[in-house]
């Protein structure tokens, strides 16, 4: 599988960005996939992730704000961030796997990364 993510970009303190990831290979649907940022300096940290059946996780600092989301049909997972705050800067990488796990060990294909910057 390889992943290409994008719609990174600089936004506002209280502003939106929605990334998208999208996936080579019919084997899409089979497959639990996350979003994982770092930032500067900073070791890589998880964000979210939706199961196979569509179940979501997400890490504390997200939750309420951001929405993991996937569309079999077109191969594309997406991560609708609201609420950005100057914290959520980071790159941002998409990542597939095959346990529903906020542990990047699990995860097998990683996307480039696309880089999400909060001004205050």
């Known amino acids: 599988v390889q992943l290409q993510a994008s719609g990174g970009g600089l936004v506002q303190a209280g502003g939106s960005l929605r990334l998208s990831c999208a996936a080579s290979g019919r084997t899409f649907r089979r497959y639990v996939l996350g979003w994982f940022r770092q930032a500067p300096g900073k070791e890589r940290e998880f964000v979210a992730a939706i199961s196979i059946s569509g179940s979501t996780f997400y890490t504390d600092s997200v939750k309420g704000r951001f929405t993991i989301s996937r569309d079999n049909a077109k191969n594309t997972v997406y991560l609708q961030m609201n609420g950005l705050k100057p914290e959520d800067t980071a790159v941002y990488y998409c990542?597939?796997?095959?346990?529903?796990?906020?542990?990047?060990?699990?995860?097998?294909?990683w996307g480039q990364g696309t880089q999400v910057t909060v001004s205050s």
């Open positions: 990542a597939a796997g095959g346990v529903l796990s906020g542990g990047s060990r699990e995860y097998d294909y």
